[in-house]
């Protein structure tokens, strides 16, 4: 998942922007132009009224911009000056202007979670649902630094909740994947998509497991999302939440229902990926919860024969203990004990034979 460049609160947002906001001006025209476009945003800085107004009546154009193409009204609206918002807007500012990378003033006010200035300009006609360059809208934008009343906001006024930037990812993936776990619930409660995915295949829920999110994680199983959700790669929650050895998480998803025995591209299922990641301890978790020890993947092999082939003599002890049949063959005819790599992973299935007769073939 595409991620963002991210700031831990407001006040660090605002220092962000405003570095931005301090590349040197290259503007067409004049020195005296660009010296009116620092008369007029100074003014905008100190939320001077007066000050403004004897800019634009000295000739500063309300919509003049730097060469990153910040304009006034971004200026204002990444400051927070709810004073000057409606002033510039009266004086003719345009709402929806872009600067370089698309971004608008809506972008920027709901970034930093301005919410007054966020209502303002939607009043004032600003594009609720514009993209920037990225595809990302203001409600991703208010998502990704965590702003929930902005995003209530926003909501209300008609956002699409499930618009999505050019990498699929919606507000309810950027808030997830930013660990922003205060925005979840008003984002569901407004109608965000929890089963939506990007363009990798991965749900909200997904991601928050890959990325080991857990506030995220028990926030999205109360709002019961598709829980076996495959991503391109054909791996469900459960299979990542293997992958990353996260028995916590595995332990959540159990208990939410999830299948157990859904199976990937290649036929292989969780069980198996515990296996082929050397997860031991996963192996008694995931059968005590119905687990199906002798499933077999598309080349008809099995966890156990898995476990031979790979060498992994810690995992044979408890496939063998969950029911793991020692004369189950794969596509070849070849049984776990026939597929060992080594005399140790060959003896411990003799072993279990000689002391468990009754599963061997008479």
């Known amino acids: 998942m595409r991620f963002y460049l991210s700031q831990s609160s407001k006040g660090a947002n605002i220092r962000f922007l405003i570095l931005v906001l301090a590349f040197p001006l290259i503007l067409v025209g004049k020195t005296r132009a660009a ?99 990225n595809g990302e809208t203001a409600l991703i934008a208010a998502a990704l630094t965590g702003q929930a009343n902005t995003i209530i906001a926003l909501a209300k006024a008609g956002a699409n909740l499930n618009a999505a930037d050019k ?16 925005v979840i619930l008003p984002l569901l409660k407004a109608g965000a998509n929890i089963n939506a995915t990007d363009k990798r295949g991965n749900t909200a829920l997904i991601d928050a497991v890959i990325l080991g999110k857990i506030n995220a994680i028990s926030l999205l199983l109360k709002a019961r999302p598709n829980l076996n959700a495959k991503d391109n790669n054909g791996n469900t929650a459960l299979m990542n939440a293997v992958y990353n050895g996260q028995v916590n998480v595995i332990l959540a998803l159990l208990k939410a229902g999830v299948d157990v025995n859904a199976t990937g591209k290649d036929g292989e299922t969780a069980l198996m990926d515990a296996v082929e990641e050397d997860k031991a301890n996963f192996i008694p978790i995931l059968a005590k919860a119905g687990a199906n020890v002798n499933a077999t993947d598309k080349s008809g092999n099995s966890a156990l024969m898995i476990a031979a082939m790979l060498g992994y003599a810690d995992e044979i002890k408890p496939l063998l203990e969950s029911g793991a049949d020692v004369n189950e063959k794969d596509n070849h005819g070849l049984t776990a004990q026939q597929l060992a790599t080594s005399p140790k992973i060959a003896s411990l299935i003799w072993g279990w034979e000689v002391s468990h007769p009754e599963t061997r073939i008479h």
Do not use: E
Not at 45 to 61: F, P, S, Y
Not at 167 to 181: D, E, P, Q, R
């Open 35 to 133: 010296d009116k476009y620092h008369i007029l945003i100074s003014a905008v800085k100190n939320g001077n009224i007066t000050q403004i107004k004897q800019a634009l009546r000295a000739g500063a154009h309300v919509n003049v911009t730097n060469s990153a193409g910040f304009s006034a009204l971004m200026y204002a609206s990444i400051l927070g000056k709810a004073n000057v918002v409606p002033y510039l807007i009266k004086a003719g500012a345009n709402v929806n202007a872009t600067d370089k990378k698309g971004n608008t003033a809506l972008m920027y006010a709901s970034r930093i979670g301005h919410t007054n200035i966020v209502s303002t300009l939607i009043k004032a006609g600003a594009n609720i649902n514009a993209m920037n360059k």
């Open 167 to 182: 990498n699929g990812n919606t507000a309810l993936m950027v808030a997830t994947g930013y660990g922003k776990s205060n």
